[in-house]
């Protein structure tokens, strides 16, 4: 059976410009698919019966109860624990590729944000947004509520790539400034030099915060797939460029991307960071799906 | 180099096409703004200078590979040095094989006339302003065309008249002539071709001596010719000859019979179960025989005939046989005689009977005259005096005797000498009254100069007491044509003879082939002995002609010894009138006769006017066209007729030619190049002047060129 979920391609939802529809789109499309209401359950957890006392609201009588027993009992609920949560969204100049009929990564990044940024704030959760690429740009502070969701969606619609990549120095100088410990969800393609990036996350951790990092990459960058004379001019420096005969050096990127990938899978898990490899053409369901899986393991 | 399509090696620009192309795609290319450049960068540094050598590389065998291609479709020729200098013209000598097994062959043409052919086309395809000589082989080198020049039309005209010639080839001196023809030639690249069917007559080891004197002289030339030897056709294997006439006298008078044996050979491998053979007399046919001759079998046939006339005549046996007709006829002239004019010099003549010392002798020579007789002699005598003897009493002399003589003048010497050069027979008998000084010192020979006596007298042997030992002639088989009928016991025994002195001969330390010694005594001294000098023979007896020093006149074989030796020596007919073909015809004519015609007509009827030259005292009609074999006849201005019979060297007839291996050893002790067809050799000829075509190796080379693209290719990027 076809899937709300499976028309929010990523190539679809390019079409929509506004950032807050498609984060609606994503989120209802997304549990469209696991419940029948995405507001039934969620937003807080069933702690106790109690027994009905006047006063209380008539809608929260558990009336199944009431037809087993006979009697009125109320249904207690906790107050969910708040989750705090800071989306780091890389803006560099590498961020700005795109494949063909495919969002940028920049694109892909920030509606992902756009989308958990909505589903966190539905569930009450307090969300803080970073944009940056050599420096940070813009620091919104972690808030809650739906009102904070519009200062969010500004942001992100606002956000354009550019400038170099430099994540170790980024972060290092995030870690001051975000003390409350919480979830960092960060939306990156993680060029850059590994060793100090997974420095930088450690440093993260030691904070004590809880890190998914979404690496975000193009399908071209997977498989390399050119095959003509092509002049590769640097996103991020001006001037720079490589004029190759791609297949010819195909083997040897393919190489060195493997080398890559292996150093940052082994740097994450050596610090219990949760790495998730996107690839633009991927439907963002499957990264809302491993956000909510995170989020249900932090009970 | 040089090319044959030289306007292809436009096509070397497309070797540029790759470069284009290279820089063409590096033009074109596409722009992709890339975010991953760290992981190009990586690779990019890794590889780039690999990858630079990799695609040099490619991109050389890319540039090749149409290079080549327009290199192999332009035919380029490697030349050689001849070429470079802008010179293939050539200084020819082709000796052409034309001795009459050419005439054979194993196809439908004859060797010769491929032989012809070959030659035909050598010359057409020498360089122009090459200059040409042909030399014909058999019989003696003799050129096509006298005066060596640059009209190879015109020796091509003569080549188309030309048939095989009937002498045997003369490779040695044939090989000589064209050394010193090639010598007078004027281009500096020089050549000899020996067109030829390699027949073992001619190309032996017994004619390697020949051989390797003309190589000597070959390469002792400022510019040594190359030398190629072009093996022409297979020879027939079918042949019958009539090998040889035998003829039982040595001198033949009128009325008296000739038995004439001729020997019949089969050189083939085909039997003749009933072959004919046929006897002419004069041109007209008196007899015939049928007789059957297996293949390498041998048969002789005998016919009798006798001669009414004096004078020449002819005799001719005829096989009628295989198709190289040349030798199944053989036939001789026979020169018949009245009378044998022999002069008898009696050196101590005596008034007394059988005491002067020609008595024996004369009366051994003329014996029906001295018996007064019915029956004529054959020889005629005539006895003078050491004084009387001169160059007038020696004309139309056969033989003269020297009886004992003391000495002579050297006017007689000298008269004398020319006697015998010119074909006279010598009978020296020494004796008691010979000076042995003179003998020694001045007749036989001074300062080295061979003289008339054939060996020096050391001393008198024997001793003339009646009771000393005396000494016999060695009884043995002879095989001089002299003595020979002494083999039959019936005509009398040598050994019966006892000799009390005679001469002690030197003989010389080397061994002389001119030298003969007849018989031997047996004191061990010889006891005859032949001399050849010029066109005549000496023979010298050890002892005396009369019975002083021996009891051999007495003897019944002294008449047929004496007989046979006059015989013998008279019968050098001088000049010779049985010849080889090729050979000069010559008879003598008085000196008055000079100036005159004398009319030669040749075996095809041809009459051929020869003017008599003076020579000496004589005239001389000289004929140098007997080049084919058959009957010559000479009417001489006087009213004469000599007829004259040209033969071919029966050597020939034996059509076996040299196996493989031994060309290829006789071509390289010779220092030639041996080929075995005319196109082989157009092809090594080709070669040399005009360089070697290379487009084959080209060829493979670019399929080389394909194939190492192909397999660079897939290797360099299996290696990416």
């Given at each position: 059976?076809?899937?709300?979920?499976?028309?929010?391609?990523?190539?679809?939802?390019?079409?929509?410009?506004?950032?807050?529809?498609?984060?609606?789109?994503?989120?209802?499309?997304?549990?469209?698919?696991?419940?029948?209401?995405?507001?039934?359950?969620?937003?807080?957890?069933?702690?106790?019966?109690?027994?009905?006392?006047?006063?209380?609201?008539?809608?929260?009588?558990?009336?199944?109860?009431?037809?087993?027993?006979?009697?009125?009992?109320?249904?207690?609920?906790?107050?969910?624990?708040?989750?705090?949560?800071?989306?780091?969204?890389?803006?560099?100049?590498?961020?700005?590729?795109?494949?063909?009929?495919?969002?940028?990564?920049?694109?892909?990044?920030?509606?992902?944000?756009?989308?958990?940024?909505?589903?966190?704030?539905?569930?009450?959760?307090?969300?803080?947004?970073?944009?940056?690429?050599?420096?940070?740009?813009?620091?919104?502070?972690?808030?809650?509520?739906?009102?904070?969701?519009?200062?969010?969606?500004?942001?992100?619609?606002?956000?354009?790539?550019?400038?170099?990549?430099?994540?170790?120095?980024?972060?290092?100088?995030?870690?001051?400034?975000?003390?409350?410990?919480?979830?960092?969800?960060?939306?990156?393609?993680?060029?850059?030099?590994?060793?100090?990036?997974?420095?930088?996350?450690?440093?993260?951790?030691?904070?004590?915060?809880?890190?998914?990092?979404?690496?975000?990459?193009?399908?071209?960058?997977?498989?390399?797939?050119?095959?003509?004379?092509?002049?590769?001019?640097?996103?991020?420096?001006?001037?720079?460029?490589?004029?190759?005969?791609?297949?010819?050096?195909?083997?040897?990127?393919?190489?060195?991307?493997?080398?890559?990938?292996?150093?940052?899978?082994?740097?994450?898990?050596?610090?219990?960071?949760?790495?998730?490899?996107?690839?633009?053409?991927?439907?963002?369901?499957?990264?809302?799906?491993?956000?909510?899986?995170?989020?249900?393991?932090?009970? | 180099?040089?090319?044959?399509?030289?306007?292809?090696?436009?096509?070397?620009?497309?070797?540029?096409?790759?470069?284009?192309?290279?820089?063409?795609?590096?033009?074109?290319?596409?722009?992709?703004?890339?975010?991953?450049?760290?992981?190009?960068?990586?690779?990019?540094?890794?590889?780039?200078?690999?990858?630079?050598?990799?695609?040099?590389?490619?991109?050389?065998?890319?540039?090749?590979?149409?290079?080549?291609?327009?290199?192999?479709?332009?035919?380029?020729?490697?030349?050689?040095?001849?070429?470079?200098?802008?010179?293939?013209?050539?200084?020819?000598?082709?000796?052409?094989?034309?001795?009459?097994?050419m005439a054979s062959g194993?196809g439908a043409a004859a060797n010769f006339t491929s032989a012809r052919e070959a030659a035909t086309?050598?010359?057409?395809?020498?360089?122009?302003?090459?200059?040409?000589?042909?030399?014909?082989?058999?019989?003696?080198?003799?050129?096509?065309?006298?005066?060596?020049?640059?009209?190879?039309?015109?020796?091509?005209?003569?080549l188309a008249?030309l048939d095989a010639?009937?002498?045997?080839?003369?490779?040695?001196?044939?090989?000589?002539?064209?050394?010193?023809?090639?010598?007078?030639?004027?281009?500096?690249?020089?050549?000899?071709?020996?067109?030829?069917?390699?027949?073992?007559?001619?190309?032996?080891?017994?004619?390697?001596?020949?051989?390797?004197?003309?190589?000597?002289?070959?390469?002792?030339?400022?510019?040594?010719?190359?030398?190629?030897?072009?093996?022409i056709g297979?020879?027939?294997?079918?042949?019958?000859?009539?090998?040889?006439?035998?003829?039982?006298?040595?001198?033949?008078?009128?009325?008296?019979?000739?038995?004439?044996?001729?020997?019949?050979?089969?050189?083939?491998?085909?039997?003749?179960?009933?072959?004919?053979?046929?006897?002419?007399?004069?041109?007209?046919?008196?007899?015939?025989?049928?007789?059957?001759?297996?293949?390498?079998?041998?048969?002789?046939?005998?016919?009798?005939?006798?001669?009414?006339?004096?004078?020449?005549?002819?005799?001719?046996?005829?096989?009628?046989?295989?198709?190289?007709?040349?030798?199944?006829?053989?036939?001789?002239?026979?020169?018949?005689?009245?009378?044998?004019?022999?002069?008898?010099?009696?050196?101590?003549?005596?008034?007394?009977?059988?005491?002067?010392?020609?008595?024996?002798?004369?009366?051994?020579?003329?014996?029906?005259?001295?018996?007064?007789?019915?029956?004529?002699?054959?020889?005629?005598?005539?006895?003078?005096?050491?004084?009387?003897?001169?160059?007038?009493?020696?004309?139309?002399?056969?033989?003269?005797?020297?009886?004992?003589?003391?000495?002579?003048?050297?006017?007689?010497?000298?008269?004398?000498?020319?006697?015998?050069?010119?074909?006279?027979?010598?009978?020296?008998?020494?004796?008691?009254?010979?000076?042995?000084?003179?003998?020694?010192?001045?007749?036989?020979?001074?300062?080295?100069?061979?003289?008339?006596?054939?060996?020096?007298?050391?001393?008198?042997?024997?001793?003339?007491?009646?009771?000393?030992?005396?000494?016999?002639?060695?009884?043995?088989?002879?095989?001089?044509?002299?003595?020979?009928?002494?083999?039959?016991?019936?005509?009398?025994?040598?050994?019966?003879?006892?000799?009390?002195?005679?001469?002690?001969?030197?003989?010389?330390?080397?061994?002389?082939?001119?030298?003969?010694?007849?018989?031997?005594?047996?004191?061990?001294?010889?006891?005859?002995?032949?001399?050849?000098?010029?066109?005549?023979?000496?023979?010298?007896?050890?002892?005396?002609?009369?019975?002083?020093?021996?009891?051999?006149?007495?003897?019944?074989?002294?008449?047929?010894?004496?007989?046979?030796?006059?015989?013998?020596?008279?019968?050098?007919?001088?000049?010779?009138?049985?010849?080889?073909?090729?050979?000069?015809?010559?008879?003598?004519?008085?000196?008055?006769?000079?100036?005159?015609?004398?009319?030669?007509?040749?075996?095809?009827?041809?009459?051929?006017?020869?003017?008599?030259?003076?020579?000496?005292?004589?005239?001389?009609?000289?004929?140098?066209?007997?080049?084919?074999?058959?009957?010559?006849?000479?009417?001489?201005?006087?009213?004469?007729?000599?007829?004259?019979?040209?033969?071919?060297?029966?050597?020939?007839?034996?059509?076996?030619?040299?196996?493989?291996?031994?060309?290829?050893?006789?071509?390289?002790?010779?220092?030639?190049?041996?080929?075995?067809?005319?196109?082989?050799?157009?092809?090594?000829?080709?070669?040399?002047?005009?360089?070697?075509?290379?487009?084959?190796?080209?060829?493979?080379?670019?399929?080389?060129?394909?194939?190492?693209?192909?397999?660079?290719?897939?290797?360099?990027?299996?290696?990416?």
């Amino acid at each position: 059976m076809a899937h709300v979920s499976d028309f929010l391609a990523p190539a679809e939802l390019q079409k929509i410009s506004n950032l807050q529809v498609v984060a609606r789109l994503v989120v209802e499309g997304f549990f469209s698919g696991l419940h029948k209401s995405p507001h039934k359950g969620f937003s807080v957890e069933f702690a106790q019966h109690r027994q009905y006392v006047q006063g209380d609201e008539i809608r929260r009588l558990d009336w199944k109860v009431f037809g087993k027993t006979d009697r009125f009992y109320i249904r207690e609920f906790d107050e969910e624990t708040n989750l705090r949560a800071t989306l780091l969204l890389d803006l560099s100049g590498s961020m700005d590729y795109a494949g063909d009929g495919h969002p940028s990564k920049q694109q892909y990044a920030t509606r992902l944000a756009a989308a958990l940024a909505y589903l966190m704030l539905q569930q009450r959760d307090s969300v803080g947004l970073v944009t940056f690429d050599s420096m940070v740009r813009r620091f919104i502070p972690q808030r809650s509520g739906v009102g904070h969701l519009r200062a969010l969606m500004d942001e992100l619609h606002s956000a354009k790539p550019g400038g170099e990549t430099a994540l170790a120095s980024v972060f290092r100088e995030l870690v001051p400034r975000i003390h409350r410990r919480g979830l960092l969800i960060i939306l990156s393609d993680c060029f850059g030099e590994v060793k100090d990036l997974v420095t930088a996350l450690a440093q993260f951790r030691h904070a004590r915060h809880e890190i998914l990092l979404f690496q975000i990459l193009d399908r071209d960058e997977l498989t390399f797939p050119f095959k003509r004379w092509t002049k590769f001019d640097s996103l991020e420096v001006a001037d720079q460029f490589r004029l190759i005969e791609p297949a010819q050096f195909r083997a040897a990127y393919l190489d060195n991307l493997k080398k890559f990938q292996h150093e940052l899978v082994a740097g994450c898990r050596r610090h219990r960071i949760d790495l998730v490899p996107m690839v633009t053409d991927q439907p963002y369901a499957d990264a809302l799906a491993t956000y909510l899986t995170k989020r249900l393991s932090r009970g | 180099m040089t090319f044959l399509n030289a306007i292809l090696l436009g096509g070397l620009a497309a070797a540029a096409l790759p470069v284009l192309i290279h820089l063409f795609n590096k033009d074109r290319f596409r722009v992709v703004r890339w975010g991953a450049m760290h992981l190009i960068n990586a690779a990019f540094e890794k590889n780039q200078r690999r990858l630079n050598l990799e695609h040099l590389l490619l991109l050389l065998v890319r540039c090749a590979i149409p290079a080549v291609l327009a290199l192999c479709m332009a035919r380029p020729v490697l030349t050689g040095a001849a070429r470079l200098l802008g010179d293939d013209k050539v200084s020819l000598v082709l000796l052409l094989d034309n001795s009459y097994s050419m005439a054979s062959g194993a196809g439908a043409a004859a060797n010769f006339t491929s032989a012809r052919e070959a030659a035909t086309k050598i010359i057409e395809g020498a360089g122009r302003g090459s200059d040409f000589s042909v030399l014909l082989m058999a019989g003696g080198p003799r050129p096509l065309i006298e005066d060596t020049g640059f009209d190879g039309a015109r020796l091509i005209k003569e080549l188309a008249k030309l048939d095989a010639g009937f002498g045997k080839s003369q490779v040695g001196e044939s090989l000589e002539a064209a050394a010193a023809q090639v010598a007078r030639m004027q281009q500096q690249n020089r050549e000899i071709v020996v067109v030829t069917d390699f027949q073992k007559v001619s190309w032996g080891d017994d004619q390697a001596a020949g051989r390797s004197r003309a190589i000597e002289q070959l390469t002792a030339l400022p510019l040594p010719p190359r030398l190629s030897l072009l093996n022409i056709g297979a020879p027939g294997r079918d042949n019958v000859a009539v090998e040889s006439l035998d003829f039982s006298r040595l001198i033949l008078g009128t009325g008296q019979a000739l038995n004439v044996r001729a020997t019949v050979r089969n050189f083939g491998e085909r039997d003749y179960p009933e072959l004919r053979v046929y006897f002419r007399v004069d041109g007209r046919e008196r007899s015939a025989a049928q007789i059957q001759l297996a293949a390498g079998e041998q048969r002789q046939v005998l016919f009798t005939t006798a001669f009414d006339t004096a004078g020449s005549h002819f005799i001719e046996v005829h096989a009628d046989a295989d198709a190289l007709k040349a030798d199944n006829a053989l036939a001789a002239s026979i020169p018949v005689w009245n009378e044998i004019p022999v002069l008898l010099v009696n050196g101590d003549p005596s008034a007394e009977p059988l005491k002067g010392e020609t008595d024996f002798l004369e009366v051994a020579l003329q014996p029906f005259g001295q018996a007064r007789a019915e029956l004529a002699d054959l020889i005629k005598t005539r006895v003078i005096t050491t004084a009387e003897m001169g160059a007038a009493s020696l004309a139309q002399r056969r033989v003269v005797v020297l009886a004992n003589v003391r000495q002579l003048t050297d006017v007689q010497l000298a008269a004398l000498r020319d006697f015998v050069r010119d074909g006279g027979g010598l009978l020296i008998f020494p004796g008691s009254r010979a000076s042995t000084d003179w003998h020694n010192l001045v007749f036989a020979g001074r300062q080295g100069e061979p003289g008339l006596l054939p060996l020096q007298l050391v001393s008198l042997g024997g001793s003339p007491d009646e009771n000393a030992p005396r000494a016999r002639i060695v009884a043995e088989h002879y095989a001089h044509p002299a003595l020979e009928l002494f083999n039959d016991p019936r005509n009398g025994s040598l050994a019966d003879a006892e000799i009390k002195l005679w001469y002690k001969l030197r003989l010389p330390r080397e061994p002389d082939p001119n030298l003969t010694v007849l018989a031997k005594l047996s004191s061990g001294d010889p006891f005859l002995v032949e001399r050849r000098m010029g066109e005549g023979r000496v023979m010298l007896c050890a002892t005396a002609c009369d019975a002083d020093w021996g009891n051999l006149p007495v003897k019944p074989f002294y008449l047929p010894l004496m007989q046979r030796l006059v015989t013998y020596l008279a019968s050098t007919v001088f000049p010779p009138r049985n010849v080889e073909v090729g050979k000069t015809l010559a008879a003598f004519f008085p000196k008055s006769e000079a100036g005159r015609v004398a009319v030669f007509t040749d075996p095809s009827g041809l009459r051929h006017d020869v003017a008599l030259t003076a020579k000496g005292s004589r005239a001389v009609a000289e004929f140098t066209g007997a080049r084919q074999p058959g009957l010559y006849v000479m009417n001489g201005p006087d009213g004469s007729t000599v007829h004259f019979v040209a033969s071919t060297s029966r050597e020939e007839s034996d059509l076996k030619p040299l196996t493989p291996a031994e060309r290829e050893s006789v071509a390289k002790t010779m220092g030639a190049t041996l080929v075995n067809s005319l196109k082989e050799y157009q092809e090594r000829d080709h070669g040399r002047r005009f360089g070697r075509e290379v487009w084959k190796p080209l060829l493979w080379a670019l399929l080389a060129l394909l194939l190492g693209e192909l397999v660079l290719q897939q290797w360099f990027a299996a290696r990416r």
